[in-house]
């Protein structure tokens, strides 16, 4: 095994010094003396300046969901690699794409340095070894159809950089989301993505703005992913796992949304297809039996839009069994 060497306090010192998001702001050296009522107001003034950072990223990010989109659609995972704050979004943003999106858990993943423990437990030096993130990436036979994304607010986080680097040898496609200009992780990645939010109002407690900032990017990278990926119909979770009462509710109140049908042609419609939203819908749109509509999916692969064309191109002799407009 390859011993790591420790940097010098004084090396980390000066890397710390260059770094925005750890930067000191004196005046708010008496921000524990302020009232409630003040702290809260500067904190929220200080988060309104996130969406105006994320902004300027806009056409970085559009490319990176756009390689994202290709990759995952030849069959390729998206992968979060991050180490604490940083780490625990990615994992989040991951366990939310299956209930969301209806993914396989293998899809999207989200690696933490450290392991699963390391979500409420600091692991002591896991974000500083390069070997570490190698194994989590190795363990799951990375390949040329994935998507890596490197999260570190600093960007330099020896855990991030190396799944990056690592990835990028694999032939995978890799983004390095940051919160620092210049970072090592963006150079490193086929797209660097670096949000720049300045100091924090608690000096170097990057779970604040730059946390933020990282969780929006990542809403941004999954969402819109998903939307390219046939997940929605028009702005409705239409992919949705229903696992839970409030979950069936909603899948119910969907398929009314995208097609105007009473309650019980809702009700019998979700029964016929197994609770799947998007074949309901289908059937309801298209009137065609569970069957069928699985079938079209299956050859618009999963593509909702597609399939209702071709729904509609297979019967356009007949235009009266044709549905409501689509949103």
């Known amino acids: 095994m390859t011993s790591h060497v420790e940097p010098d306090t004084s090396q980390l010192l000066a890397q710390l010094a260059t770094l925005s998001t750890e930067a000191y702001r004196p005046e708010l050296s008496k921000i524990d003396e302020l009232p409630t009522l003040d702290i809260a107001r500067l904190m929220n003034a200080e988060d309104a300046t996130v969406t105006q950072a994320v902004l300027s990223q806009l056409p970085d990010i559009a490319a990176a969901v756009d390689g994202t989109a290709e990759r995952m659609n030849r069959g390729g995972r998206l992968v979060y690699a991050g180490a604490g704050t940083a780490g625990r979004l990615g994992v989040l943003d ?5 209930p969301t999106f209806n993914t396989d858990p293998s899809q999207v993943v989200g690696l933490i340095a450290g392991g699963p423990s ?4 600091a692991v002591e030096g896991a974000e500083d070894s390069p070997a570490l993130a190698r194994q989590d990436l190795d363990d799951l036979r990375l390949n040329e159809h994935d998507v890596v994304v490197g999260i570190s607010a600093s960007g330099r986080t020896p855990y991030a950089i190396e799944a990056v680097r690592h ?8 983004v390095g989301l940051s919160c620092n200009a210049g970072s090592a992780l963006a150079a490193a990645a086929d797209h660097g993505i670096e949000v720049v939010v300045g100091p924090e109002v608690l000096t170097g ?4 703005k730059a946390g933020t900032a990282q969780k929006l990017v990542l809403n941004m990278i ?3 992913t998903m939307i390219k990926l046939g997940k929605t119909y028009g702005n409705l979770m239409v992919d949705l796992r229903a696992s839970n009462e409030k979950l069936r509710a909603r899948s119910h109140r969907i398929v009314a949304l995208a097609t105007s049908a009473p309650d019980t042609a809702v009700d019998t419609a ?9 074949n ?3 059937s309801l749109l298209a009137s065609v039996d569970a069957e069928t ?5 299956e050859d618009a692969h999963g593509h909702l839009r597609r399939a209702l064309e071709a729904a509609a191109t297979s019967t356009s002799a007949l235009p009266s069994q044709q549905g409501t407009v689509a949103p």
Do not use: F, H, Q
């Open 118 to 121: 390391a979500m409420v437990t």
């Open 167 to 174: 990835a990028r040898a694999r032939g995978a496609l890799t």
């Open 293 to 297: 509509a699985e079938r079209l999916l």
């Open 270 to 278: 979700l029964a016929e297809n197994d609770g799947e939203v998007k």
């Open 205 to 208: 407690s990057t779970r604040l």
């Open 280 to 282: 309901a819908i289908l």
């Open 222 to 224: 999954s969402t819109i």
């Open 94 to 98: 991951a366990s939310e794409c299956p």
